[in-house]
């Protein structure tokens, strides 16, 4: 038998399974045990050691532990970025592996803003947890701060999470502010910037959320990163204009856009009940589009997702769903009701 080949006992005998490799991928044990050598002054069973079988068995019982566990494995440690390097080798993780997909993978988030308390967002957590949720379609969930690591610990494994917010640098005394290191220390993938909310009632600036963008990418969070006209501006003919604006400030600081969603969102049609029909929302995602391929680059244009968000509910999801330049939705107040799970699913 070569060195270095673990074996298993069956009915026949000892069968060669794997490699000291078999071992490799579990940094834990790795680093916590040394890996058994043949000794021939030991006691074997079939010429295997007692060690060897021990260390076969472990690596079993653990891969059979996360098969059973997912969740404990994968959501509920991933708010510690100690216990996510530990089960980074494993076969699935919570995050999307289809970011450089030309294909453009629908994509749906949802944002509670201030809303929610732990009763609320169990029951949340709950309906999502129990529906079924169109699997094409990537969901990503904007929490509020105080309850992300108790929305990650209940929320399906395969939904991201997303800080509603985040400063533009890693730390420093700026009282109230969060920053994109914390966001994903308790288990956030995602931030939301840009937000109509935060440049109207909080005065951000297009050059200051731009910055807030280049340092949370810089950080390893993926973003969405939202632009938008006001009423006033659209009744003057000016939405090209102003999201082509809000999109130049983007693109000064952002040089790699692969975990970058747009988000398009008419300021007059959020939380309004007004909504902007199928064919304008299009005419808007198209001109971003064009733009971007003659700002940006043709492949970013191509593989870019540009969310829709206004006032979206599971009665006008599947026509909006239906344009080709809409590639999912950034939902409010709609986000908080059983109706989500429809609005997920618009493309079914």
């Known amino acids: 038998m070569p060195p270095g080949v673990l074996t298993k006992l069956n009915r026949n005998g000892i069968q060669c399974i794997a490699s000291v490799t078999l071992l490799q991928r579990f940094p834990y044990h790795r680093n916590h045990h040394t890996i058994p050598t043949m000794d021939q002054n030991r006691p074997t069973v079939g010429g295997v050691t007692a060690e060897v079988l021990k260390a076969v068995v472990s690596q079993a019982l653990l891969g059979k532990f996360t098969a059973v566990f997912p969740k404990l494995f994968k959501c509920q440690w991933k708010t510690y970025e100690g216990q996510k390097k530990f089960y980074a080798n494993f076969s699935t993780d919570c995050t999307d592996s289809n970011s450089n997909n030309m294909s453009r993978k629908f994509c749906v988030g949802g944002n509670w803003k201030m809303n929610g308390d732990q009763k609320s967002i169990a029951e949340i957590a709950k309906t999502l947890s129990s529906a079924a949720l169109d699997p094409n379609t990537e969901v990503v969930i904007g929490c509020p701060a105080i309850y992300l690591m108790y929305a990650r610990n209940l929320l399906p494994c395969e939904l991201g999470l997303a800080g509603q917010n985040a400063y ?36 951000e600036s297009d050059a200051l959320i731009a910055e807030k963008a280049e340092h949370a990418l810089a950080e390893g969070l993926k973003v969405i990163a939202c632009i938008g006209e006001t009423l006033e501006e659209r009744e003057a003919g000016k939405t090209n204009e102003v999201v082509a604006r809000q999109m130049c400030a983007y693109a000064q600081k952002i040089k790699d856009w692969k975990n970058v969603v747009v988000a398009y969102e008419p300021v007059w049609a959020i939380g309004t009940g007004k909504t902007a029909t199928p064919d304008q929302a299009q005419e808007v995602h198209a001109f971003l589009r064009q733009w971007l391929s003659d700002n940006i680059s ?24 239906k344009k080709p330049d809409i590639d999912g939705f950034l939902v409010g107040g709609a986000s908080l009701k059983p109706e989500f799970v429809d609005i997920i699913n618009a493309r079914q």
């Open 298 to 321: 043709k492949e970013v244009s191509a593989s870019l997702r540009i969310q829709y968000g206004g006032s979206v509910t599971a009665a006008n999801a599947k026509e909006l769903a």
């Open 168 to 203: 533009k640098v890693a730390k420093g005394a700026f009282t109230g502010e969060i920053s994109p290191a914390m966001l994903k220390d308790i288990g956030a993938d995602w931030v939301i910037l840009g937000h109509s909310e935060r440049r109207a009632i909080f005065g």
